[in-house]
């Protein structure tokens, strides 16, 4: 009975997938079950089979693929997830608003990105419970600097906690307000063109004003990242048109006429673009 129910769940979830991807309401992805050989496939759990999100020649005959539960499993369990994230991971998970926090595989990415540039100097905008800034922190050397800026007290005592934890609390700044206003005492504080790596995960209607402001502290040849770029999908969605929704729609559509970087959109969690400052 649990087993059905949960793969009831899953398969509601990875039919919700498909559903966003083809920006089809689901009752006509639902039906469209019924005829696609390829859904049924992908809405089955016990099927490690990708959605297949595309093979025609519009896209080169390459097949593009979403990912099953299995299949994503399946790159978790090639994340080397350090021990003091993981169990900060767990600890959150029991917190409210614990899907805010990037997946392993994301932090991964990012402390991927802090380790190739040679990070010295970063910043995090969005900290919750630390779960990204310390994969940042302790990829840093002992000689870098994160600066984390978070607007909510409980969840910078947790992460203060586990920087303490995890031996790199010299290494972070903690700016506890809200993060445009950090950022700006930055820039006044002279300190533009001195960073190398920033992360961006806080409020949606925010990211153009983050980016300005990160685009004046990253130093030429710096990194912006910035998470939920794909916003579950609903970017791509033309009946959804919220606040949240159209802050990124816009932005995404800014970003690719912005001269100023290179940018690099991953579909890695909600989606993750990479901008690097010419
Ligand atoms: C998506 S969560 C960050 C998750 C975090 N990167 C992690 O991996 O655990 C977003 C956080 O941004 C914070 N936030 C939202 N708006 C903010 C603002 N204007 N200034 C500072 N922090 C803000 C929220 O309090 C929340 O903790």
Redesign the pocket.
Known sequence: MATGLAMNRCSISVCRTADVLLNRPTVSVVRNLKFNRRLIGICSIASAAPFVVAEDEKYGNKQVISLTPRLYDYILSNVREPEILKQLREE?AKMR?SQ???SPD??QLLAMLVQILGAERCI??????????L?VALALPESGRLVS????SN?LEVAQRYYELAGVSHKVIVKH??????LKSLIENGEGSSYDFA?V???KR?YQDYFELLLQLVRVGGVIVL??VLWHGRVADPMVNDAKTISIRNFNKNLMDDERVSISMVPIGDGMTICRKR
């Open positions: 959150t608003g805010m926090q990037v994301q932090a995090e905008v969005g900290v919750y419970t630390g779960y990204s800034s994969a800026c978070e607007r909510d969840s307000g809200l993060a445009a206003e950090s992360f995960d806080a409020d925010m998470d939920n």
